[in-house]
């Protein structure tokens, strides 16, 4: 390193380093930017393709917002055609009342507003404990957690704790009810698409 | 009022940036031995982190983002930081030498403490808006500091005992600082609604 | 200098993880598996060998008042580029790993090593010590990730060794991070003290 850098030499180098990053930067972001949006859409469509009844349209494509009545935000509703009659929709929905933080579930339905299946796309609850909601409400094995296949409407869907008909999580009672409060959240937007769409 | 509330405990007790987040461990470790430089430090990394969050803030949501330009986020907010404390250490060893002679020391240490890009860049991927951010990173430096004055409370206690020698140092500082994040978790699960 | 001299440096006689002690953030954040603690060695291990050797490269181009924030810039470019193949290719990891991946930036190993090795010696040298120092801090990630793992869930790499209900849940949370990179550090010493001591 020789002695006596002038301050235009510094500026130099560092403003060529500066431009030769941000040229680097700028053509890998141009070629990687369509497989992550793909990668994206892949992720959504997996959850929605997993929770629905078997459909012919993409749910994607019609994607609607619904404001469910009360509610602050509104849920991104994924209708379910087969020959274009509505059999049911996927709906993402969230939860602020989580254990450390907000928790975001794509639950299934169909016509009838039976679920149809649930998958968790984001959540910060605790690894071993509130993580477990991944499997915990769908196994057929257990009649006491399985949503699968049951009515919010006629399904008491509280943790039995709280007097409600679905047995929560061990030790993850807070999670439990961040879970199916988001499922109530859910449930209430389809019921409102669903009979949006009648009339 | 309320919302502010409930970030700041956040910060501070249950997502405490040090033992929930695992954020700043390298300065935690390595000014926590004594009371008087654990408070110059967490000092200099609550100003530091409260401008450069407001600086970074502004920078992404009116510079980057409009131009389309956020995949340059981490340079611009590494370079933003780096600047921010040569110009902090400048401008205080002009104006206040007092202050410059109690921080002076713990500023370079700042640029590669990972709690400040941390901060900033959660802010971001949160969405918050710019006073909730400033509040946030100026709750998540006294979390710091709260961490550091504990630790550096039980570390001064910590030189006086005899502790086997493969477990001097670091290895029971990692252990009490585990007891200590077994604690803090006592917090988790609180809500303020 | 001895390339295989330089590899073995890095693991073992100046092993960041165990000897210098450095890059503890991502170290205790993200070995909650033994995968997980994997995937973040390989990241950190790739933006470290072509910082290297783009700084090696650049060593004589640069005014040395400037080198640091030229090394920041040349570091956060690879983390960038990085990230953006991680988002489009590796989605899960990459979720998982989550605000650790842009802060590789101010892992001290990174400017610690351009500092103490890239900006004295030739490009194929400072290859061969991002492997080498790389790798050690890969191997370090994999070992505390393979301990918390089993400890706390009773598998590796997710293959189940006993059930998941007598694992300690401790060790998947933050303070068995702490508490098992301590016990491991302690080791290492030991088996350090105990090499010279018969030396």
């Known amino acids: 390193m020789k002695k006596g850098d002038s301050l235009l030499k510094m500026v130099i180098s560092l ?116 993580d477990k909601m991944d499997e915990w409400f769908r196994d057929s094995l257990s009649t006491q957690r399985n949503i699968i296949g049951k009515d919010p409407a006629k399904t008491d869907m ?17 999670t439990s009810r961040a879970f199916l409060d988001a499922l109530r959240r859910a449930h209430n937007a389809f019921i409102q698409y669903r009979d949006s769409e009648k009339r | 009022m309320l919302e502010y509330l409930s970030i700041i405990i956040t910060a501070i007790f249950v997502n405490n940036i040090v033992f929930a987040q695992f954020l700043g461990i390298c300065p935690f470790m390595g000014v926590s031995r004594r009371l008087t430089s654990a408070t110059g430090m967490g000092m200099a990394v609550t100003f530091v982190m409260a401008i450069a969050t407001c600086v970074t803030w502004i920078l992404q949501n009116y510079v980057l983002v409009p131009a389309g330009l956020e995949f340059m986020q981490t340079i611009v907010f590494i370079l933003v930081i780096a600047t921010l404390v040569q110009m902090l250490e400048i401008i205080l060893k002009k104006i206040t030498p007092a202050l410059y002679q109690a921080l002076g020391v713990f500023l370079p240490l700042i640029t590669t403490n990972c709690a400040v890009l941390g901060v900033a860049i959660i802010v971001v ?10 509040v946030y990173a100026v709750a998540t430096a006294i979390g710091f500091t709260l961490a550091l004055w504990i630790f550096a409370g039980i570390r001064e206690q910590l030189e006086l005992t005899d502790v086997p020698r493969p477990m001097r140092g670091v290895p029971i500082a990692l252990i009490c600082a585990g007891l200590l994040a077994m604690a803090f978790m006592g917090f988790s699960g609180i809500l303020i609604k | 200098m001895n390339k295989l001299r330089i590899i073995y440096n890095g693991l073992v006689t100046e092993n960041p993880t165990f000897v210098l002690l450095l890059g503890m953030c991502p170290t205790l954040g993200t070995t909650s598996s033994a995968f997980n603690g994997m995937g973040m060695g390989l990241a950190t291990m790739g933006v470290l060998i072509c910082s290297n050797m783009a700084i090696s490269a650049i060593k004589r181009l640069i005014p040395s008042k400037v080198r640091i924030p030229c090394y920041i810039v040349v570091i956060a470019t690879f983390v960038t580029v990085l ?108 088996i350090r003290q105990k090499h010279t001591d018969h030396a």
């Open chain 1, 158 to 174: 509280k943790v039995s704790k709280d007097g409600g008909d679905i047995d929560g999580i061990t030790a993850a009672t807070i």
């Open chain 2, 125 to 134: 991927r949160n969405g918050m808006g710019l006073t909730q951010s400033i």
């Open chain 1, 15 to 130: 403003g060529v380093i500066t431009c030769i990053s941000a040229a680097l930067l700028a053509w890998v972001y141009s070629i990687t930017a369509d497989p992550i949006k793909q990668a994206e859409r892949e992720k959504q469509a997996e959850a929605i393709k997993a929770v629905t009844p078997v459909y012919d349209n993409d749910p994607i494509a019609e994607e609607d917002d619904v404001m469910p009545v009360g509610e602050p935000a509104p849920l991104a509703v994924f209708p379910a055609r087969r020959n274009g009659n509505l059999v049911g929709a996927a709906v993402e929905s969230y939860s602020s009342d989580g254990f450390s933080g907000e928790i975001s579930v794509m639950y299934g339905f169909d016509i009838n507003g039976n679920v149809t299946g649930y998958e968790v796309l984001n959540h910060t609850e605790t690894p071993g404990l509130g």
């Open chain 3, 83 to 190: 990230q953006m193949f991680m988002q489009a290719y590796l989605p899960s990891l990459y979720a998982t790993l989550g605000i650790f991946i842009p802060l590789i930036v101010v892992n001290c190993i990174l400017l610690g090593r351009a500092e103490a090795f890239a900006s004295r010696h030739t490009v194929i040298d400072s290859m061969f010590d991002g492997i080498g120092i790389g790798f050690g801090f890969t191997i370090a990630l994999t070992m505390l990730g393979t301990v918390r793992e089993f400890l706390g869930t009773g598998s590796i790499f997710n293959y189940g060794i006993y059930p998941e209900t007598y694992g300690s849940l401790v060790f998947i949370l933050a303070p068995g991070a702490f508490i098992a990179l301590g016990l491991m550090i302690a080791l290492f010493n030991r």
